[in-house]
């Protein structure tokens, strides 16, 4: 069993933002398998959509505890089902890698996004498989982080999404 969690904040006001690639990224994965519709799910902190990739069940899992606070949902998720942190799965923006660009990290640091800092301290190890997609433009030089992380992609940027869900996606999909 495999559990991807996509991070992201909520409410629908932030869908469209570079924080929410998780989500995104989650939810692109959902429709390509044909997974169940996201339902929330108090135990978990979260919404869960289920499937199956390669004859192996996958929980797929946004939380709704706010990025800063993902781990409680992850853990919760994890113990239930009693999930290895070898497939805890993450995907996450990053704001060190360009736009459009994603990359596999196998195990690491949180790089300074408080979502998965906060897996790794409720989890207690740092060692789970994660998906990164780059979020870095130009426009971060003109605001402070926080605004940056929480700014809407551009049209064109938009457009792009699905293909760069898709890389990431295959990057996880070689490795499962």
């Known amino acids: 069993m495999i559990l991807t969690t996509g991070l992201g904040n909520f409410p629908e006001k932030y869908k469209k933002t ?17 997974f169940s519709e996201f339902k929330f799910e108090k ?5 869960i959509s289920t499937g199956q ?46 736009f459009g660009q994603t990359r596999f990290r196998e195990k ?16 207690g190890v740092s060692d789970f498989p994660r998906v990164k997609f780059g979020i870095l433009n130009d426009k971060k030089n003109l605001m402070p982080t926080e605004n940056f992380v929480l700014s809407k992609f551009s049209e064109e940027e938009w457009k792009k999404i699905p293909q760069i869900c898709e890389k990431g996606i295959n990057k996880f999909l070689e490795k499962i």
Do not use: C
């Not at 899992?61 to 999930?83: D, E």
């Not at 949180?110 to 409720?122: D, E, F, L, T, Y």
């Open 108 to 123: 690491g640091s949180s790089g300074g996004q408080r979502g998965i800092a906060n897996i790794i301290n409720v989890l």
């Open 43 to 47: 135990k978990f902190f979260g919404e």
């Open 18 to 34: 570079r924080h929410n690639f998780g989500f995104l990224a989650v939810e692109h994965l959902a429709n390509k398998f044909k």
């Open 53 to 98: 990739i390669n004859n192996e069940k996958v929980i797929l899992l946004k939380p709704k505890t706010f990025m800063n606070l993902s781990g409680k949902a992850v853990l919760a998720v994890k113990n239930f089902y009693k999930i290895s942190t070898s497939n805890t799965w993450i995907f996450s923006d990053d704001l060190d890698l360009d």
